[in-house]
């Protein structure tokens, strides 16, 4: 059963104070097993604050229910394509996957978006992706 978002609002809302800060959104998320960088969480809330004070009310959190479910399909994605479960993507598991992904996802991501996730090996091959990588890649036009 979905929750209503006023519930969910106070479920992020730990400090009672009826505001939201960056950092209730990442324990959230974490809570909820998505792991993006601060970075991310950072662009997420200063997209949403209307008003500029570093925090979300009730109003401009609502916009933040829509992010949260793209943030968990974009991080179930990342976690198909991590073959070896170690949290981590790597060019090898990538290329496994990377002609579904770009024909799957490129519609809704932007192929620009989805080339970069390839183009991140870009001379060095032995790098390894982190979901808050995919995730900052995935997003950044958008925040």
């Avoid at 809302?13 to 959104?25: C, F």
């Avoid at 598991?93 to 024909?103: G, L, P, Q, R, S």
Wanted: proline share 1%.
């Amino acid at each position: 059963m979905a929750k209503n978002p006023d519930q969910v609002f106070a479920e992020m809302d730990k400090n009672g104070n009826g505001t939201l800060e960056s950092s209730e959104i990442a324990a959230y998320l974490s809570n909820c097993g998505i792991h993006p960088s601060e970075k991310f969480v950072q662009r997420v809330t200063s997209k949403c604050d209307a008003n500029n004070d570093g925090k979300l009310t009730r109003d401009e959190a609502a916009r933040i229910g829509k992010v949260i479910k793209e943030i968990a399909d974009l991080s179930k994605i990342f976690q198909e394509a991590d073959k070896d479960h170690n949290s981590k993507m790597s060019f090898n598991e990538m290329k496994k996957v990377a002609y579904t992904f770009y024909t799957t996802h490129a519609d809704k991501y932007g192929g620009g978006n989805t080339m970069e996730v390839l183009n991140f090996w870009a001379g060095d091959k032995t790098k390894e992706m982190t979901v808050g990588d995919f995730l900052d890649i995935m997003f950044e036009d958008r925040f």
